[in-house]
């Protein structure tokens, strides 16, 4: 569990891969849009730091989080990239509609990164609160997406071993 006011999204840049030479998906779901634009520019700013060039990012998006399996997937047999950020935000309501589409997003990425040789970052916030998701995309916690964006980095730079 994170602690009050701690940033966890710091690193250290001397510890990434340098990524100049790769190229990023990011699919970003449409729902809960004032938290996944968060997230997806947290992610675009790491990667552009770390010497991706922006024409070597694709961004796709898709309606909710359900879908993102679905486009991540597309993306891995129609696109030539290294590694793909799947982004979305589900916040937990009255039902257990939350339950499933949480379930079934996390099982479908973990799918495709057992199916295929092209790595895909679950960049999913799943939370309680709307002021928790807040935290997680740019606020008090840090930004989830620039945790993803180092993530797919260092995945893609282990895929070209």
């Given amino acids: 569990m994170a602690t ?96 499933f589409v949480c379930s079934a997003t996390a099982q479908g990425i973990k799918d495709l990164n057992v199916q295929s040789d092209i790595p895909v970052i679950f960049c999913v916030l799943t939370d309680n609160t709307l002021q928790q998701a807040i935290d997680r995309s740019g606020g008090k916690h840090g930004n989830k997406g620039t945790e993803a964006a180092v993530a797919a980095i260092k995945m893609a730079a282990l895929r070209k071993f």
């Fill in 4 to 99: 009050v006011n701690k940033n966890l999204s710091t690193y250290d840049k001397a510890t990434i891969p340098n990524a100049k030479d790769f190229r990023f998906g990011i699919v970003v779901s449409e729902w809960n849009e004032n938290i996944t634009e968060g997230l997806c520019e947290g992610a675009i700013a790491t990667l552009l730091e770390n010497g991706v060039v922006e024409d070597n990012i694709v961004r796709w998006n898709v309606p909710g989080s359900y879908e993102l399996v679905y486009g991540a997937k597309h993306m891995q047999k129609t696109q030539k990239v290294d590694a793909i950020i799947a982004i979305g935000s589900v916040i937990q309501g009255e039902t257990k509609h939350f339950d």
